[in-house]
């Protein structure tokens, strides 16, 4: 196998997000990281996920816009390939767009193996697009409302009641702002790799949401998938 599907010596995601939360660490303060923190170990203990579609399930079919507003269909795109889709909370989290970027680093690769990277959020298709041009992003980012499309796929949870409580106390109301909605739901950190029947063939669910599917193990999966 070629030499340039293999992302070694580069940091992993999950280095780079650990080295973002440190950095954090050291800005914000004491207060405001206990809230967050307290949400994340909420998550850790939680069965959240639990009903996450796994490998040798059908992966749920959907139709939703894009950052255009045009209609990209889930079936469509598998008569093509294999699918990376991925989900995220929204231009907001910092965490959200190193991912992306990440993924973005490794489109080549990915399209090289036959397959396509889909990311979905709960965003507006003009927030999803505002994101798609500062990111410099050339896969299809689109828009799920109200997460019914992630909550098919069982990647669903209602945010912690004081980072609501924080969050409106000063002064952001981010379901209203990027949304659309008043409902203060959000997806997991999630990835599904469909093949082309429609098969999901590996499946990552992170209940901590600086976690994702690292980008060298997409496209481990794409390889061993292309040689069975």
Do not use: H
Request: with cysteine; proline share 5%.
């Amino acid at each position: 196998m070629e030499t340039k599907n293999d992302l070694k010596g580069l940091s992993s995601f999950k280095e780079q997000a650990q080295q973002m939360t440190e950095n954090s660490k050291n800005k914000t303060p004491d207060e405001i990281l206990s809230i967050f923190n307290e949400e994340r170990q909420e998550l850790a203990l939680s069965e959240i996920g639990k009903n996450a579609k796994q490998p040798g399930s059908m992966a749920p079919q959907f139709v939703l816009p894009n950052a255009s507003s045009k209609p990209v269909s889930l079936k469509e795109s598998l008569t093509y390939g294999n699918v990376v889709l991925t989900f995220y909370r929204g231009a907001w989290c910092p965490y959200c767009n190193l991912l992306l970027k990440m993924y973005q680093d490794i489109l080549p690769q990915i399209k090289s193996l036959g397959a396509s990277l889909i990311a979905v959020s709960p965003m507006t298709p003009d927030n999803s697009l505002s994101m798609k041009e500062k990111q410099s992003l050339q896969f299809e980012v689109l828009s799920d409302n109200e997460n019914t499309i992630a909550r098919q796929y069982g990647v669903v949870y209602n945010v912690n009641k004081k980072v609501i409580d924080f969050t409106l106390k000063s002064g952001l109301n981010t379901p209203a702002v990027y949304n659309g909605t008043d409902k203060w739901e959000l997806p997991l950190a999630s990835t599904f790799i469909i093949n082309r029947k429609g098969v999901i063939i590996s499946t990552f669910v992170g209940k901590d949401y600086a976690e994702g599917m690292e980008p060298q193990k997409i496209l481990d999966i794409l390889k061993q998938d292309s040689i069975i």
